[in-house]
Each structure stands twice: as structure tokens, then as C-alpha cells.
């Protein structure tokens, strides 16, 4: 079993900065994939970012060049550094591990964290 713990939400200003942490325990193997999602009030939950065993990263399309995801195998961690944060940001951000099937932003994920919340204000 996998336990993921995220750390470092917040409540920020537009414009703003946060970074999020999440820390793999367990039976996690660092060859793991592991991403980033997040679900808004009334929304469904969405991929934000994934980052691969080699530390390749990708990103939905509404972050990309403002956040960035990377991973410390050693430390079993994973973060979010979040730059230039808007409203439409806010929400509960899931760290998630272990890609079981299908693309990282739709596919079935086998551990969750149990989320950290981001709210942006303008």
C-alpha cells in the first residue's frame, strides 16, 4: 500500500505563488508515475500536471508556463511550484501515484492523496 501526504496549500492573491509537496510512503517504488490533479467547486476532477520516472513532465494546457512539476526520487517527493495564480486555480489539489491505465490525465490511478486546498482570490 502507497500513502501520498500533500502540504502547502493556502489562501493566496492573484498573481501569487504557492508550492505544493507531496511525499510517497510505503510500498512506493520510484519508478512510479506520479501527477497532479485538482477539482474546483462544482467541477470534476482534472489532471494538472504528471511527472515520469526520468523526470519528464507534461501539462494541461491552462498551467502550462506557469506551473512546474518535478519529483526528488530520493526523498520520494513530488511538488508543484504555482506561479502566477488565478481565480480559475482555485481548488483541492490531489497528488496521485501509480498509473495503472490509459493517459495520465484520464487514466486510472491506483493511490490518492488526500488533498490540499488552493484558493486564489482576486
Known amino acids: 500500500q502507497v500513502e501520498l501526504v500533500e502540504s502547502g496549500g493556502g489562501s493566496v492573491q492573484a498573481g501569487g505563488s504557492l508550492r505544493l509537496t507531496c511525499v510517497a510512503s510505503?510500498?512506493?517504488?520510484?519508478?512510479?508515475?506520479m501527477s497532479w490533479f485538482r477539482q474546483a467547486p462544482g467541477e470534476d476532477r482534472e489532471g494538472v500536471a504528471v511527472v515520469y520516472t526520468d523526470g519528464t513532465t507534461r501539462y494541461a494546457d491552462s498551467v502550462k508556463g506557469r506551473f512546474t512539476a518535478s519529483r526528488d526520487n530520493a526523498k520520494k517527493t513530488m511538488y508543484l511550484q504555482m506561479n502566477s495564480l488565478k481565480p480559475e486555480d482555485t481548488g483541492v489539489y490531489y497528488c496521485?501515484?501509480?498509473?495503472?491505465?490509459?493517459?495520465?490525465?484520464?487514466?486510472?490511478?491506483?493511490?490518492w492523496g488526500q488533498g490540499t486546498r488552493v484558493t486564489v482570490s482576486s
Open positions: 510505503g510500498r512506493f517504488g520510484v519508478n512510479e508515475y
Open positions: 496521485a501515484a501509480e498509473l495503472t491505465s490509459g493517459h495520465w490525465y484520464s487514466g486510472r490511478w491506483r493511490s
